[in-house]
């Protein structure tokens, strides 16, 4: 955040229905998980994802590309074979790459994602907790397994100095962060106030509309190419 330069990407899927018109995520995925094609799904996703990322890597080589999965994926017994496979086939540097798992999502199954979770470290993939803080036992799950990286929920970034609960919760984070050694992202940045603070909090990494709303491959890709920093002077 203090230089505004693009060192990643979250890829977030949409559907354009002809008949619905634009259809959130989470009204679709939760369909997708109770019938079963969430694992078709995110393997469109993983493959397009990761050939995506080749692309940006020659011309940003330390560029780096997450994708979210659902929950039930940890419990696919082909899940990490699949994503082995792919990832291999991808000629991308592994570590580059991300898992984004919600931290509502691993509180049932502990054990079942745990070890797949220990799978995808052996792949060196970098894994992240997302909107961290929303969960039910986030901070035990957290110390269970030593995630790369920390993305903090919105709900818990301040809008100003006096909103001292939101400042002493981000502050405690980043003091953990230091303790156990995982990067941090503020999630949500849509004022300059919020960059700030956060960076007053030894926050380095944010993402939000304050430096872009979600944008297609091209328009990205533009942006590299260009050298383009998104950080407001």
């Not at 570590?95 to 995808?120: A, C, D, P, W």
Request: with cysteine.
């Amino acid at each position: 955040m203090t230089t505004g330069a693009i060192v990643g990407a979250e890829a977030l899927i949409r559907w354009d229905s002809a008949r619905l018109g634009r259809v959130s995520p989470s009204e679709f995925i939760p369909v997708a998980e109770a019938t079963g094609l969430v694992h078709r799904i995110s393997d469109w996703v993983l493959c397009h994802a990761l050939e995506q990322l080749a692309q940006w890597q020659e011309i940003a080589p330390q560029f780096t590309l997450s994708i979210n999965i659902s929950p039930l994926e940890l419990e696919d017994d082909d899940f990490l074979d699949r994503i082995m496979q792919r990832v291999a086939g991808a000629g991308i540097a592994s570590n580059h790459f991300g898992i984004e798992i919600t931290e509502r999502g691993i509180y049932s199954n502990l054990e079942r994602y745990l070890q797949s979770l220990q799978g995808l470290r052996d792949m060196s993939l970098r894994l992240k907790v997302d909107d961290f803080g929303t969960g039910q036992s986030g901070l035990a799950q957290l110390l269970q397994f030593r995630f790369d990286e920390v993305k903090v929920d919105r709900y818990f970034i301040p809008t100003n100095a006096q909103d001292l609960e939101k400042m002493a919760i981000c502050r405690a984070i980043a003091t953990l962060s230091e303790g156990i050694n995982f990067s941090l992202v503020a999630e949500g940045i849509e004022q300059a106030i919020q960059r700030d603070l956060m960076l007053s909090l030894n926050y380095n990494y944010g993402q939000g509309y304050l430096f872009s709303r979600p944008m297609t491959p091209q328009s990205l890709t533009t942006l590299l190419e260009e050298g383009t920093c998104l950080s407001p002077q």
